[in-house]
């Protein structure tokens, strides 16, 4: 099974600040099978980015993805109120699995 | 609208049984595998089971095997998952997810339902 690591545990930023996460696989994941989703309190996940890089459906283009091999990051250009929430990567390419998440949070 | 519906969550004592029901609507349900994943309070995000679009193949987390059950019926637009022999520690929310890509049965996860909270307790 692929462990992915997410990094750091709890961000604190401001409004405007840009956001850097990472997501490490423990083993490489195939085909870049990599997604982010953004979790708000009370709510399902929300896909935001798969294929490593591409933007999910609806999602803003301050959300944008990178990487390969055991190494992704999930990048917010400018962090609108909005974005505060938490964050998991997940891998699709051998099973699946779920990092242990991010939390954005207002500093 | 593509919707996904759960049911069936609630109390239950330790060693009980408990069905959760998703109902889906808005796409063509038998084109899709889909999945069961829980969160347990404060914490994050735990895959438990999948299932390929034909009912054909499953696959089931190491802490669930032996004890749940996934299922569906093409007929219905329904998806299941029977649990037995519940524990404290299965304790969640549990959502009904839908694969974004047809027939592929690992994949990115494009509409999760609301959730349904399952308690184990005595």
């Known amino acids: 099974e692929i462990v992915l690591t997410q990094s750091p545990g709890t961000l604190s930023l401001s409004p405007g600040e840009r956001a850097t996460l990472s997501c490490r696989a423990s083993q490489s994941v195939s085909s870049s099978y990599l997604a982010w989703y953004q979790q708000k309190p009370g709510q399902a996940p929300r896909l935001l980015i798969y294929g490593a890089s591409s933007r999910a459906t609806g999602i803003p283009d301050r959300f944008s993805g990178s990487g390969s091999g055991t190494d992704f990051t999930l990048t917010i250009s400018r962090l609108e109120p909005e974005d505060f929430a938490v964050y998991y990567c997940q891998q699709y390419g051998s099973s699946t699995s779920f990092g242990q998440g991010t939390k954005v949070e207002i500093k | 609208e593509v919707q996904l519906v759960e049911s069936g969550g609630g109390l239950v004592q330790p060693g009980g049984s408990l069905r959760l029901s998703c109902s889906a609507s808005g796409f063509t349900f038998s084109s899709y595998a889909m999945h069961w994943v829980r969160q347990a309070p404060g914490k994050g995000l735990e895959y438990v089971s999948a299932i390929s679009s034909n009912g054909g193949s499953t696959y089931y987390a190491d802490s669930v095997k032996g004890r749940f059950t996934i299922s569906r019926d093409n007929s219905k637009n329904t998806l299941y998952l029977q649990m037995s022999s519940l524990r404290a520690e299965d304790t969640a929310v549990y959502y009904c997810?839908?694969?974004?890509?047809?027939?592929?049965?690992?994949?990115?996860?494009?509409?999760w339902g609301q959730g349904t909270t399952v308690t184990v307790s005595s």
């Open positions: 997810v839908k694969s974004q890509v047809p027939y592929d049965f690992w994949s990115r996860m494009d509409v």
